[in-house]
Every structure is written in structure tokens, then in C-alpha cells.
């Protein structure tokens, strides 16, 4: 049995990864669907011609890891893509926000996708393909996002190291590293009352993300920036020291909010 495994695919880019992959993958036997609401994931599996397995699960609990691990067991398929999408942000001072959201933080964006991927690669098929959704955080710390910029950081440094361990298998990673995207993303990472003012500059579709990640894939490239903006920052975070990186970028947030303020007192 060929399969397709998207987590986090029940909204925003796992969803939407759902969606292009069942239109582009026509000999596969099902697409596995991995996410906590089992109602979203109906909805969205309604309208794809391919199967769907709908797997209910929470990647933060270890139970429900566990049966993910027994399915694979049983069932032994042959897992042409997985596309890790699980994760989540919250911006804020890390003194200011929740500790035990921060922890959330890393167990959910590191630890459950180092996991999903450690109990796929042995069912990964010649020419297999596993995309691991980082974001162009992990390019440069960010104050104000410090523990999400540092989990993304692990998941582009993780994905680009596993891809030399197995070339010889004929596996092939990419780290998907967008900038802001237009999903429902920021209405949990804006609560804590900092707002990401640039993203209304350089803010992507998930559609456009998605599109370019699978020609990146297809073209065996371990890392996808989206957007000449994205691709100009990663650029600069190679050649500037991150100090400076971390400087300019208060700094200009600092004039946003100027701008900001000034509108809402006019």
C-alpha cells in the first residue's frame, strides 16, 4: 500500500499541502491525515478524489504517538511523502508568556516531528520524499518569538542533516522555510499582544508556499524560501553577523509601531 502522511493537515498549509498533493499524487492507495479535529478533516477529505484515512490524533500526547506507531506496524505501507506540518507560535517576551505554552512550543514543533519522522523512515519507499514545514525564523534569533524562532532553527538544522544520512536510501528531505502566511497562524501567535507588523508587507498565500515546496521537493532541494523578500533575509541572515540581524530588525519594528501609533492618535 502507497501512502501520503500530512500532519497538522486539518488548517493553514497542512491543509492545503491535502489538497495539491491529491491532485498531484494519482497512484497512491491513501492519503493519512493527521490532526486533532476529526470534523475539519472530514470536511476537507470530502472533497479529494483520492482515499483518506482520517487519524484524529494529538502529536503532544505519547498515547496517541504510540498508536500512530502500532497503525505503521500493522499496517507496513509504503510512505511516498510525509509532509510534517504540526506546529504552532506565540509571540511575546519570553518572561511575558506562558511557560507551559513555550514548553507546548517545543514538545509539539520538535519533539513530535522529530518522532513522526523517526517512526516513518523505516517505511519510506526509493525516491521518498518528506517535507519538514520550518519557517524563515529559523534563518536568525528573533526577540519577541525566541523559543518559535529556536524550535524552527532545530527543524531546518535536523532536516538538512538527516537528508546527508539518508541519500544513500534515496530519501529526500526539504525544509519548507515561508515567511508570514495567510492561515489562521497569527490569531493564536498575536495573543499575547505582539503583532508581527512586517507580515502585512510580505505576507504569502498557503497555496504559493505549498506550490513552491513541491517543485523544491521534486527538484531534491533541502530547503524552500518562498517570496523574493524571504529569499533576500535568508541571503542577508548568511552573511551578516545575527547581532546585526536582531538590531536592524528591532529597529525597524520600532518605526512600525511608530506608524502604527501615529494612526491611531490621528
Not at 503532544?60 to 506546529?87: H, Q, T, Y
Not at 505582539?194 to 508587507?201: A, G, I, R, V
Not at 530547503?223 to 528591532?250: N, R, T, Y
Amino acid at each position: 500500500m502507497k501512502i501520503v502522511i500530512v500532519t497538522g493537515a486539518s488548517s493553514g498549509i497542512g491543509e492545503e499541502f491535502v489538497k495539491q498533493l491529491d491532485q498531484n499524487f494519482q497512484r497512491i492507495d491513501e492519503i493519512w491525515m493527521i490532526a486533532r479535529s476529526e470534523k475539519k478533516m472530514e470536511d476537507i477529505a470530502s472533497g479529494l478524489e483520492n482515499k483518506v484515512r482520517i487519524l484524529p490524533f494529538d502529536l503532544e500526547k505519547r498515547e496517541d504517538i504510540e498508536l500512530f506507531s502500532d497503525i505503521l506496524a500493522v499496517e507496513k505501507p509504503g510512505i511516498c511523502m510525509l509532509v510534517n506540518c504540526a506546529g504552532f507560535g506565540v509571540m511575546g517576551n519570553f518572561q511575558d508568556l506562558a511557560i507551559e505554552e513555550q514548553l507546548e512550543m517545543i514538545e509539539l514543533n520538535c519533539k513530535a516531528l522529530t518522532k513522526i519522522t523517526y517512526l516513518c523512515l523505516p517505511y519510506m519507499i526509493r525516491n521518498g520524499r518528506i517535507l519538514q514545514v520550518a519557517s524563515s525564523a529559523a534563518f536568525s534569533p528573533q526577540a519577541g518569538f525566541a523559543v518559535y524562532a529556536a524550535t524552527k532553527s532545530y527543524v531546518l538544522s535536523f532536516s538538512r542533516a538527516l537528508q546527508e544520512e539518508v541519500r544513500s536510501k534515496e530519501i529526500f528531505i526539504t525544509a519548507v522555510c515561508p515567511g508570514p502566511v495567510d492561515t489562521p497562524f497569527f490569531e493564536r501567535a498575536e495573543k499575547g499582544g505582539h503583532t508581527l507588523l512586517l507580515k502585512k508587507k510580505f505576507t504569502v498565500t498557503a497555496e504559493r508556499v505549498v506550490h513552491d515546496a513541491l517543485i523544491a521537493s521534486k527538484k531534491r532541494k533541502t530547503v524552500s524560501v518562498c517570496s523574493l523578500p524571504m529569499k533576500a533575509f535568508h541571503g542577508a541572515c548568511k552573511l551578516l553577523p545575527h547581532d546585526w540581524i536582531l538590531e536592524i530588525a528591532q529597529y525597524f519594528a520600532g518605526k512600525e509601531q511608530e506608524k502604527e501609533n501615529e494612526k491611531e492618535i490621528s
